[in-house]
Nanobody, 119 residues
């Protein structure tokens, strides 16, 4: 079992920056890829960025160059550095961890943290 605890969300003006953090605990050895997703009002949850154990990253086209995902395997944390924020980035952001067991493909989620960007 893996638990994910997020922090760092809040209110920021357009053009500003925020850093989201996610700390994982539990059966750390079961974690493969970790990532960040977001869900805006009236929209479905969408992928923001992912990072593998080896540090390979993948980004949604809308955030590439502005948001950066990083992972510290020793500390069991994954962060999302958010720069040049736009009002379109307003959403609830969720940390995720893809697990290898109890069965492959299971995804664990954090509780979500609100990011609000004002114009």
């Amino acid at each position: 079992q893996v638990q994910l605890v997020e922090s760092g969300g809040g209110l920021v003006q357009a053009g500003g920056s925020l850093r989201l953090s996610c700390a994982a605990s539990g059966t750390i050895s079961s974690i493969d890829t970790m990532g960040w997703y977001r869900q805006a009002p009236g929209k479905q949850r969408e992928l923001v960025a992912t990072v593998t154990r080896g540090g390979n990253t993948n980004y949604a086209g809308s955030v590439k160059g502005r948001l950066t995902i990083s992972r510290d395997n020793a500390k069991n944390t994954v962060d999302l550095q958010m720069n040049s924020l736009k009002s379109e980035d307003t959403a609830v952001y969720y940390c995720s961890a893809d697990l290898l067991y109890p069965f492959p493909g299971r995804r664990s989620w954090g509780q979500g943290t609100q990011v609000t960007v004002s114009s």
